[in-house]
Every structure is written in structure tokens, then in C-alpha cells.
């Protein structure tokens, strides 16, 4: 991490070993690793989209240049880079601010079918090495797509996410998104309340809608989606046909599970009323490569910087919830509490 070069350390779901990839920056003539045009769709390596709502993809590629033997061949002879153009926040998000903002969003609703998702930020300051919580996190989590990656674009993040945003097989044609939303303990028993299955059915009729343009034989499979200590509901959405990741990208980053519905009045909002920037939070991780693709939405996860003159690592953790006519203001704080605490474990 010290020569600031592009990589990435992942783990598939179930995997039991990590993989690890890092490139160059294609470009002498800047650090950025932006994926230009539509070669994603013929792109090998690990990709990350921001939280942006946008006609056209900007995401950034770490290529499949050097395996972790090769780096470490390197020893004093690889190259320097300077350091990331994004940096942490050195303030938590305000919990009176906070609720402020949730009840200006309920108030701002036009009716049951309308959400928008509000986030907030946890700063810690830690002595914990990023590879050591890395670690905790990573073993915490096997069914989870886990990964922690570094590019002068973003910065330094670890994260696990249990919700995939997509899945292309370039053979069989077999696409495959999820909708996860709704968030409640896993001791809860009995039928979910209103206010969740309302939520999740708005992500869930987008994405659908979303399928049904590009592909054939779309379909709705219930399965479970747990994170620790809590659970989510979940529906697989499956298709068929040959998609371009290019086009199909930009209408399903942001879903409504971390946006909201409609997209472009509650995007408005989070940017109006969110007083730190998302970044990579809200957008997505993944691999690409000629067989498939497997994309997930950046979620449990945590930017992390070693400020200028401090001998702590400072780490921006992030959280948010889906808002709707039948939240609660303080409920809304408290699911933030849960989602943020398993990765908050993982700290001494």
C-alpha cells in the first residue's frame, strides 16, 4: 500500500482463499484508472462504480496485471505513485442533524410508493492495520463478496456485501440481479411489518422492470439474505439474453435499495441533504472478465485513510436505510447502529 499503486484483495461468496490483482495506471500521463467508453464490456479485471446517477458509466478498473508474487518480486523496485485524491472526514455524521433529515424526507413523500435511502457516516479512529480488520471482517462473512481495494480514484476501502447487483454468464446468457431491502434482527420472528415490505417491494418491481428490457423469461425467486446479526429480504431476479454492461449498468446503478424511488427526486435529495459525499458507498464492486461478470452493490463498508501527521488509521464507516411514508425517525438511526456494528467488531 505504500507505493500507492492500484490493487485489490477479494473473496467471493464461500470462497476460501483470497484472490489478489494490481496494475499499473494505464496512462503516464494521469493515475486515474478509468474505464473509458463502453470497454467494460470487454474488460478483465476488478471494477468499481461510484454512487452516481448518470446516463453514462465511469468506472474505475483494476486490471489483472501482477499476481501478489509478482508485487512482492518487486520489493524496492516497484514504482511510486502519489497518494489518492479522496480522503476521509475527520466528523461522524450529526445524530440531531441526522434526524432532521429523515423527518424532512417523510414529510417530503408523496405517498406509499415513494422512498428515499439516507445514509450517515461513523468516523473511528483506530491503530488497527487495514489489513488486520480486513482480515476479521473477511472471516466474519463467507457469504458475502468481501474485498478490499486501493486506487489513487477512491482511496482505500474494505467492505462485504451480501447483495448481488449483477450477474452476466457471456455463454449461457443467464443474467441475474437481486433485491434486498428491508433490514430487521435475525432473532425477530413472524411476518415482517409493513414498512419493509413496502420498501422491498419498490426495489423489487424496479429491478424487474429493469430486466424485462434487456432480457427474456424474467423471473422471481425468494431466497434469504442474512449480514451478522441481521437479515434482509431478498428476491433473486433472474433472465436471459445478451446484455450489454454498458447500457444496463447506469439503469440499475443506484438501485432503489440504496437510492430510492423515484431515482431522480430521491438522488436530489441525498445529494441536497447528506452532508458527506458517498464515493464508492452506494455504488458497485466486482469482477469482469470473458466468461462472466459478477457485480455487487458497495455496501458494509468503510473508507480508510492514514491522515497527514496522525499515527492512527481513521476509517469513514457507512450506513443508510430505505425512508417511506411508515418510517420512524428514531428507528431509522437504530437500523444504522446494527448495519454499521459487525464491522465495528472488527476493531480491538
Request: charged share 25%; with cysteine; glycine share 6%.
Amino acid at each position: 500500500m505504500k507505493s500507492n499503486m492500484p490493487f485489490v484483495c477479494f473473496m467471493t461468496p464461500f470462497a476460501k482463499e483470497a484472490e489478489f490483482m494490481a496494475c499499473l495506471p494505464p496512462s503516464s500521463d494521469t493515475l486515474s484508472c478509468e474505464i473509458k467508453g463502453d470497454d467494460i464490456d470487454s474488460f478483465d479485471g476488478f471494477v468499481i462504480g461510484m454512487f452516481e446517477l448518470s446516463d453514462k458509466l465511469r468506472p474505475i478498473g483494476i486490471s489483472r496485471q501482477f499476481t501478489a508474487s509478482e508485487i512482492i518480486e518487486m520489493g524496492n523496485d516497484m514504482p511510486k505513485y502519489d497518494s489518492a485524491c479522496v480522503f476521509t472526514s475527520p466528523r461522524s455524521t450529526d445524530p440531531i442533524h441526522y434526524r432532521a433529515q429523515i423527518h424532512s424526507v417523510i414529510k417530503s413523500l408523496n405517498g406509499f410508493d415513494e422512498k428515499t435511502v439516507m445514509s450517515r457516516m461513523l468516523v473511528v479512529d483506530s491503530d488497527n492495520d487495514p489489513l488486520i480488520v480486513a482480515h476479521r471482517y473477511f472471516q466474519a462473512h463467507p457469504s458475502c463478496f468481501r474485498y478490499m481495494y486501493y486506487t489513487y480514484d477512491t482511496g482505500l476501502w474494505i467492505g462485504a456485501t451480501p447483495e448481488l447487483l449483477l450477474h452476466y454468464d457471456h455463454d449461457s446468457t443467464e443474467v441475474v440481479s437481486m433485491s434486498v431491502a428491508g433490514t430487521r434482527k435475525v432473532s425477530v420472528q413472524g411476518d415482517w411489518d409493513i414498512k419493509n415490505v413496502l420498501e422491498h417491494d419498490i426495489v423489487t418491481r424496479y429491478i424487474q422492470d429493469v430486466m424485462q428490457k434487456y432480457c427474456n423469461d424474467v423471473s422471481v425467486e425468494e431466497r434469504k439474505a442474512v449480514f451478522g446479526e441481521i437479515e434482509h429480504l431478498c428476491h433473486e431476479v433472474r433472465g436471459k439474453g445478451r446484455v450489454s454492461l454498458a447500457k444496463m449498468l447506469p439503469e440499475l446503478n443506484p438501485t432503489p435499495a440504496v437510492c430510492g424511488w423515484p431515482r431522480e427526486k430521491s438522488y436530489r435529495q441525498i445529494c441536497d441533504l447528506e452532508t458527506h459525499q458517498r464515493n464508492c458507498y452506494g455504488g458497485f464492486v466486482g469482477i469482469c472478465g470473458a466468461v462472466k461478470a459478477d457485480l455487487y452493490v458497495n455496501l458494509r463498508c468503510a473508507l480508510v485513510d492514514n491522515p497527514p501527521g496522525e499515527s492512527v488509521f481513521r476509517y469513514n464507516l457507512f450506513a443508510g436505510g430505505g425512508i417511506t411514508k411508515k418510517s420512524k425517525v428514531a428507528g431509522e438511526w437504530n437500523e444504522t447502529e446494527i448495519k454499521m456494528k459487525s464491522l465495528l467488531k472488527c476493531f480491538d
